[in-house]
């Protein structure tokens, strides 16, 4: 059975920066994409960034790509999501997903396993 766990969320003022990470454990294989999501109050979740664990190719939102920076620890099965400069419009609750693929999709309805959220606040 797959798990994502995710943590690293908080609050913090604009400018400043969060580690998000994301504990994964039952992935049988590396045939996986990993992505980050979000998801702000009234709004759709949104493609954030995503990684796949074979080659480690990376994809970004246009709005985070020079700020954000996504990564694995293979040996530990873990995805990070480095938030630098954040900003108010950041502030959402994020998601880690996985995805039975080694071709990275940026639809969220493409991938089969999520985890519980992690909440980041940015204030201005």
């Known amino acids: 059975q797959v798990q994502l766990v995710e943590s690293g969320g908080g609050l913090v003022q604009a400018g400043g920066s969060l580690r998000l990470s994301c504990a994964a454990s039952g992935l049988t294989s590396s045939r996986y994409a990993m992505g980050w999501f979000r998801q702000a109050p009234g709004k759709e979740r949104e493609f954030v960034a995503a990684i796949s664990w074979i080659g480690g190719r990376t994809y970004y939102l246009d709005s985070v790509k020079e700020r954000f920076t996504i990564s694995t620890d293979n040996p530990k099965n873990t995805v990070y999501l480095q938030m630098n400069s954040l900003k108010p419009e950041d502030t959402a609750v994020y998601y880690c997903?996985?995805?039975?693929?080694?071709?990275?999709?940026?639809?969220?309805?493409?991938?089969?396993?999520w985890g519980q959220g992690t909440q980041v606040t940015v204030s201005s």
């Open positions: 997903a996985a995805e039975r693929t080694v071709v990275v999709h940026r639809n969220p309805d493409t991938y089969d396993y």
